[in-house]
């Protein structure tokens, strides 16, 4: 089954704590993303990675970070959250650009105390 | 500026009421306008791509259409198991992104 799947589903941690949300893809897409849903204020693009060893910044990458060492995983990593980073993570791929029809993993919600 | 607004944001019906939802945009150089469906909890689940104005696409209740300005989504004899947030997208005229609306949230009753 073709998916998109992300670890961990929710989260609750604290300010600073480094972590890591998990993000793998079985169709073989170059493309992947990572977006942020909040209330209000819709889904917002936060990395964004063309291929292996290529990321860039979307609209709100600022205490994110993104590695893509392998074509079918692209995890998202807070090196220091902070409370404003509390909200619902999803990860997508793609097979023909990030600004195409995206599959979408189940979101991971993550609280930061 | 690019952007994408999503009307009405909540939307209920009783089971069999037929209705649209509404997306306008603005950006430049229109590359497609995606539709998902999105449930609570979940990741948003795609439905359609529309390329050109007056270009129709079809699933079950639910079809979409395009002009230059806007889309709709309409549903026809909605059942309680079409509940769901519903989103639409669009390519950014310069950027590697889709550009979100922020969704309609429909609820059909029996």
């Known amino acids: 089954e073709a998916q998109v799947t992300q670890n961990p589903r929710y989260l609750i941690t604290v300010t600073g704590k480094k972590l890591t949300v998990t993000c793998s893809q079985n169709m073989n897409h170059e493309y992947m993303s990572w977006y942020r849903q909040d209330p209000g204020l819709g889904l917002r693009q936060i990395y964004y990675?063309?291929?292996?060893?290529?990321?860039d910044k979307g609209d709100v990458p600022e205490g994110y970070k993104v590695s893509r060492k392998e074509k079918r995983n692209f995890p998202l990593i807070l090196e220091s959250p902070s409370p404003n980073q509390t909200s619902l993570y999803f990860c997508?791929?793609?097979?023909?650009?990030?600004?195409?029809?995206?599959?979408f993993g189940q979101g991971t919600r993550l609280t930061v105390v | 500026e690019d952007q994408v607004t999503q009307s009405p944001e909540a939307l209920r019906l009783q089971e069999g009421e037929s209705s649209s939802l509404n997306c306008s945009y603005t950006?430049?150089?229109?590359?497609?306008l995606f539709w998902y469906r999105q449930d609570p909890g979940k990741g948003p689940e795609f439905l359609f791509t529309l390329y050109s104005a007056g270009e129709e696409k079809e699933k079950e209740r639910l079809k979409a259409t395009l002009t230059k300005k806007e889309s709709f989504l309409h549903i026809t004899a909605p059942k309680p198991e079409d509940s769901a947030t519903y989103l639409c997208?669009?390519?950014?005229?310069?950027?590697?992104?889709?550009?979100f609306g922020a969704g309609t949230r429909l609820a059909v009753h029996p």
């Open positions: 997508a791929s793609s097979d023909r650009g990030p600004n195409t029809e995206a599959f």
């Open positions: 950006v430049s150089g229109l590359r497609g």
């Open positions: 990675s063309m291929n292996v060893e290529v990321t």
């Open positions: 997208a669009v390519p950014h005229g310069g950027y590697n992104k889709l550009i």
